[in-house]
């Protein structure tokens, strides 16, 4: 429970002092993992208690504008990244989809092809986002 709190206040603090000055400045900003890995992958972070709690204050967290899912074949995933066994890939795999359907604003991109054709479609996805961003925003000031 006290990691829980440590996590949450970490992303909360962190969210308000560097990523919130950041974004109004219209400053695009990547994260590689975000605070729902720890309800995916509790493992990766020794985090073993209190899953109904976890998963909670991941709903009030800050969220970010666009998620990106890099998906692929289990067996395509484990082989590049063997730190877990089979079975373990297959299931985060079914967690992070499922994660997909549940937050809003998120995009599941076949990484099982070529480097060059994921990057250009995150990057296709990435620019459709800010797109439609700057057209709500330049929306409110022709009101």
Partial sequence: ALKLVYLSADYIAGYWTRIYPLLARSTLVLFDRYYHDLLVDPARYRFGSCRGMAALVGKIL????????LDGPAETLHQRKQEVALVETERQRNAYLELA???PHSAVVDASGKLEDVVANVEKRILETLAAQTARRHSKFRR
């Fill in 62 to 69: 800050p969220r970010p504008d666009l998620w990106v899912f």
């Fill in 101 to 103: 359907a549940e937050v």
